[in-house]
């Protein structure tokens, strides 16, 4: 099995700064692609930043020139550094990963249990 575990969320005010991480660990035989994904209350989940294991990024219009998604393919880490925040900002923000898994090299596609940001006014 593989775990998603992310960190760094908190609260913080309007132009300010977070930085988040989340740690792939389990049966990994490689991860593909690792993304930062965000639901606000009353939203549907959106994407905010994806990265390939050959570093090309993709970002929403919304966070573009604000965030920077970046890795660690040795440990299997992924970051997001989040500034100039904004309180439309707030949201419970999820690491999502795609790996190949186990003895069989399964794919997989999960999702860590989520991170809280909350950008005050």
């Known amino acids: 099995q593989v775990q998603l575990v992310e960190s760094g969320g908190g609260l913080v005010q309007a132009g300010g700064s977070l930085r988040l991480s989340c740690v792939a660990s389990?049966?990994?035989?490689?991860?593909?692609?690792m993304g930062w994904y965000r639901q606000a209350p009353g939203k549907q989940r959106e994407l905010v930043a994806t990265?390939?294991?050959?570093?090309?990024?993709n970002y929403a219009d919304s966070v573009k020139g604000r965030f920077t998604i970046s890795r660690s393919i040795a440990k299997n880490t992924v970051y997001l550094q989040m500034n100039s925040l904004k309180p439309e900002d707030t949201a419970v923000y999820y690491c999502n990963a795609d790996a190949t898994i186990g003895f069989y090299m399964t794919p997989y596609h999960g999702w860590g249990q989520g991170t809280q940001v909350t950008v005050s006014s």
């Open positions: 389990g049966s990994i035989i490689s991860i593909n692609t």
């Open positions: 990265i390939t294991n050959g570093d090309m990024t």
